[in-house]
Structure formats: C-alpha cells, structure tokens
C-alpha cells in the first residue's frame, strides 16, 4: 500500500519531472565540465565558443532569459488552470497539474537555466583565458532547444485552454483506462454491426474532411454502392460504423463477388479529427454564429447587439443558400453509376439551424424578434416556392413564442414589426404588422405589397 500511495504521488505531483530534469541538467554540466578539464579546454575551440568575455555574456543572457521562461510557463499554467476551473470543472484540475509536456518544458527550461550558471563559473579570463567548449556547446544546444520549447508550450496551452482540448484531455485518459481495465467486447454473433457490410471507424473523433474521389474508386474496384453513414462534422464513436457497404449493380444482377474491399484503405480516406473545421463544412459557421447569438441574449451577459450582429451574417449565408442547388450526396463513377452516398443538410435543416434556437432564446427579446422577422421576410422574398415551407414554420413558431410572451396586443405587434434596416433597396420602409396575421408593408414612393404571417 505504501508503494501505491507513492507511486500515485509521483504520477500527481507537477514537480517531480521539473526536479529530475534540473538533476539531469546538473550532473551532465559536471560530467562536460569535467572532460573539458581533462582535455585543458581544447575539446571545442574558441572559434565555435567565442572569446571568454562573449562566452560569458551569452551565457548570462541565457540564464536570465530561462529563469523568465520559467515563471512564463509556471504562470500560464496557472491561469489556465484557473480559466478552467472557472468556466468547466473544478476537477479538471489535476488532469492539468499532471500534464507531461508543461512539466517536461518547466524542467527543460530549469535545466538549461542551471547548466548555464555552471558553465559561466568555469570561464577564466576576458580575452585569452580558457573556455569550456564542451559544456558552453552543451549550452547553446539546450537554449535552441529551449526555444522550440517555447514555440510548442504556447501552441500546446491555447489547445488545452479551448473546451475541446479540455475535453479530450479527460475522455482520452478514460479511454485508455478503460481499454487497459476492461477486456475486449467479442463481436456479434449475427455482424450486423462489425460484419463485411459495415467499415468501422478507426478512432473517435469528428469527420472532418472526406476524399469522395477515393472513395468512389475503391467502391469501383470492389463493384459495391459506398455510404457515409455521418454527416461531414458529426462526431464518430470509435468502432462505430463510418460505412455500410451494399452490393453493386453487376453484383446484385449476377452475383459475381468482385474485389475484395479493403476497409482499412476505405476508413484512411475519412479525415476525422479532434472538433470541427470550415474545410468542408459550411454549416459549422452557421453553428458558431449561432452559438454567439445564443450566448450573448442569456443571462448574466444579456447583449442583445451582439446577437443582431450574429442574425445579421446569419441572414446573409442563408440568403446566399436560398437560391442555390444544394449537393445531392450522390457521387458516381465514369459510367454513372453511384458509388458514394452520403447525407446531406437541407434547405429546412440549415434553416432550422440557423434560426430555432435563436428563436426559442430570443422570445423576450423585442430586437431579436424584430430581426428575425426581417430576416424571415426578406429570405422568403428571394427563396424559390420549394423553399417557402421552412420560412413559413419559423414565422409561424416565431409568432406564437411572441404571443405566448407578451400579453398587450401592442407590444405583440412591436415585437413583430420588422426591422428592416440594411434589407431591400435602401427605400425607407415602415411595416405593420395586424392583429389578424397579416402585414402592409408601406414605401414612401407609394409602393404598397402585403405578405401573410403563418399562424
């Protein structure tokens, strides 16, 4: 019991490496200083050190500069810690206290600083005294690589700073703990889920980027109909189906078995990767704006601007998406035949995305209301009769959410009036919204057209 509790203080403890590092640094001083002695200073010339006097110059920089790397990366590490703590979880402490790489950067850092003190004792003289090339030499090596240290540590703590980082750092610690305590799940009788018709992803993560080209090859060669069974940016389980695999049409006709699809090769040309990017996934945008309009309407920080100027950009895609053909998912060879099928966002689903959460946190809000109805009536200006369906339900949800909030009949309708500003022609517009569903909306030139709001 005594070894386990020492073992588990060793594996907590954020000073332990740190300290063997510095030891490290101490007795390879010693042992460089020692040869240098041994050989009268001759084993690196003066030409690679330089003359005492910039030996010993260089060397203080050194150990100034590392003592100040030192508190940076101590202090980083603490207010990533408390940022953590703050904004996650206080229990996530230790997974951070116990990181390998700041504490092997503390430790290097530490080490360079002392064998930098080390070696400048050694120096004698200023311009024809001795120089212990070895361990000056020794020096110089552990200040470059000090200095890609540096580089890595600041990339490595704004990782660990986001929540995906955070995240990832605790469930892949459980993951492997549960992969080294637990044994293996044998498949299923039937193989229904591991079986020839199913690639299993290699490793969790979300699906970043897919080579369809590749892909619609490999299902070629094997004669099969491919399908990608997440959406580009879906997070993947690991061993979680990523394919189902059907028969193609040569071998469902005859029943010839083709080539042999490697799953392996197939899983590869799947990118799958630790969150989401814009590569190839333009919804993801959509699912970041609509995170800050979110935010920003919530308590305690309650900006409503900040969530018009979010609606804003969000209007802005989607008026760009009304009237464009969005991607079938289906990809096909050389001869027309598909090969590669995948699921799509819909016109309702990127609508849905963009507007239903904002729309549930906004209700109370009487700008974010006013702008989505702005938003909705200019969208369903531009959007072809096929698309109308979406815009309708959102105008119609839109309205009862105001009426469920507000009680007055006036303030439903200035809840509900448009704002229409940056929308249209520039012609200064003043819209009506009537107690009967229906709205006027009225041009200073005398133009008048009216609109019906579901509901």
Known sequence: MRLARLVHAIRTSLWLIPL??????????????????????????????????????????FASGMLSLTTLVLTVTLVVVQLAMGQF????????????????????FGATFVVAVLTIREIRGSDTGSVPGLSVLLAYLLMAASLGTLILFVHHSGQTMRATGLIDLVGDRTRDLIESSFPAASPPAD???????????????NVVRVDRAALVAAARRADCVLELVPVVGDFVPGGAPLFRVHPGPQRAQDGAPGARLDADEVARLVLVGPERVHGDDASYGIRKLVDVAERSIAQPFDDPTTTLQALHRLHDLLR????????PGEHRDADGVVRLVERTLSWEG???????????????????????????????????????????????????AVHRTYDDEEDVVAALTPDTEGIGSGADVTTTVRLDGTDQATRHDGARHGARIPG
Do not use: M, N
């Open 191 to 205: 193989g229904s889920e591991t079986g020839p018709s199913v690639v299993p992803a290699r490793e969790p993560g």
């Open 89 to 108: 979880s206080p229990r996530i402490v230790a997974a951070l206290l116990t990181d390998r790489f700041s504490q092997f950067a503390i430790g290097l």
């Open 350 to 400: 990127h609508v849905r995305l963009a507007f239903d959460e904002i729309r549930l946190a906004g209700a109370a809000s009487p700008q974010v209301t006013r702008r989505l109805c702005a938003a909705l009536h200019d969208l369903k200006g531009v959007a072809p009769p096929d698309r109308q369906a979406p815009l309708d339900r959102q105008l119609r949800l839109l309205t009862a």
């Open 20 to 61: 063997l590092c510095v030891l490290a640094g101490v007795l390879v001083a010693l042992g460089t200083l020692w040869l240098d002695r041994r050989s009268d200073y001759t084993l690196v010339p003066q030409s690679v050190t330089g003359t005492p006097s910039d030996a010993s110059t260089i060397l203080s920089v």
């Open 320 to 327: 760009q998406l009304a009237v464009r053909p969005l991607p």
